[in-house]
């Protein structure tokens, strides 16, 4: 009886793992399957965040964010035939400036790679507008010159043979007045150097300023000795700390010394006769010791010369407006040259 008792449990036993093995094999629907794949997927999920994440620890507790997709973006519907786009660029004018700018290069460019008469001929057209432009421009800007004497430079300089070797030759006569002017107060001292090559040939430009000019020339020798070519009006010194106290590395070099403290060098350096003498009016102009119009009167091409340190800033000028600061640089530049504006 305990045998048949024990059999009937045992054939039990095997009914209920027939009945898993059905419900486990073919007893699974598709959903089914579906739900095992989907668990196996986000199984695999966690145990990869787990191993990126592992210095935290386990954090099972955690929900993992769910990924969402990304919108999809509006459809922008096309613009409609004939509506033109906001973004769509007018572009320059038709043969203006910038049309040619832009359109000549491009032009060029095609008539060279493909030149066919086509491309060759419309890059000629191109060009021979912008030439008619530029010679309109310049006519214009001949009126225009002629009829402004602050922007003629005829004013400054005149371009007339006669009138020009006229204004020169008075501008030498004004340079030769600086130097004698000059001669009351100031001086000129000249460092030489028995070594240098250049110091001896130095000599003849020195000795034609002696001759022409009474200003008062020393020279300052490193040796001391006198010098056979020099003139003999000229007083050789020798050199008693002039070199380093005002700094002389180079010879020849001349200094123009206004006592008690004004020493302004002129050149270091080969110097011929007609440059010192225009760096002796430059410097006099520069450091004071001659007035503008005395300075413009020596060097005409100097005149008018507007410069943007000296012009006047109380005025109220709107540079946005031609004809607010177009006026206001008129009166400026005549008054630089001297001349009284009666333009309103």
């Not at 036993?13 to 094999?25: K, N, P, Q």
């Not at 613009?79 to 004018?93: F, I, R, V, W, Y």
Request: net charge negative; glycine share 4%.
């Amino acid at each position: 009886m305990a045998r048949g008792a024990r059999g009937d449990r045992v054939a039990q036993a095997r009914r209920l793992v027939m009945g898993l093995l059905l419900l486990f094999t073919g007893g699974f629907s598709a959903p089914s399957l579906e739900a095992s794949e989907r668990q196996r997927w986000e199984d695999r999920r966690f145990e990869e965040a787990f191993w990126r994440d592992r210095e935290r620890g386990w954090h099972w507790y955690e929900v993992m964010p769910v990924e969402e997709p990304p919108p999809e973006p509006d459809d922008v519907p096309p613009p409609m035939s004939g509506q033109a786009s906001p973004q769509a660029d007018a572009g320059p004018a038709p043969l203006s400036a910038q049309w040619l700018r832009e359109t000549l290069p491009e032009l060029r460019d095609a008539a060279i790679n493909d030149p066919t008469e086509n491309n060759v001929r419309a890059y000629f057209y191109a060009q021979r507008i912008m030439m008619d432009r530029a010679q309109i421009f310049s006519d214009v800007a001949q009126t225009v010159v002629r009829n402004d004497p602050l922007l003629d430079e005829n004013l400054r300089l005149p371009f007339a043979s006669a009138a020009r070797a006229a204004t020169l030759a008075s501008a030498e006569e004004s340079k030769r007045a600086i130097i004698e002017s000059l001669a009351d107060k100031a001086g000129l001292w000249v460092f030489y150097d028995e070594t240098c090559e250049f110091c001896a040939k130095q000599l003849q430009p020195l000795n034609r300023f002696v001759d022409r000019h009474q200003m008062e020339m020393r020279v300052i020798s490193r040796q001391g000795r006198r010098l056979a070519a020099l003139n003999p009006r000229v007083k050789v010194l020798a050199d008693t700390g002039q070199f380093a106290n005002l700094g002389i590395n180079f010879t020849p070099a001349v200094m123009l010394v206004v006592p008690p403290e004004g020493f302004y060098l002129i050149s270091q350096g080969f110097i011929d006769y007609t440059s010192l003498v225009d760096r002796l009016v430059a410097a006099a102009h520069q450091y004071g010791l001659i007035s503008s119009q005395t300075y413009f009167a020596a060097r005409p091409a100097a005149r008018g010369v507007l410069e943007a340190s000296s012009i006047d800033e109380t005025e109220q000028v709107d540079w946005n407006n031609t004809d607010s600061w177009v006026p206001f640089i008129q009166r400026e530049i005549a008054r630089v040259y001297g001349i009284e504006d009666r333009r309103k």
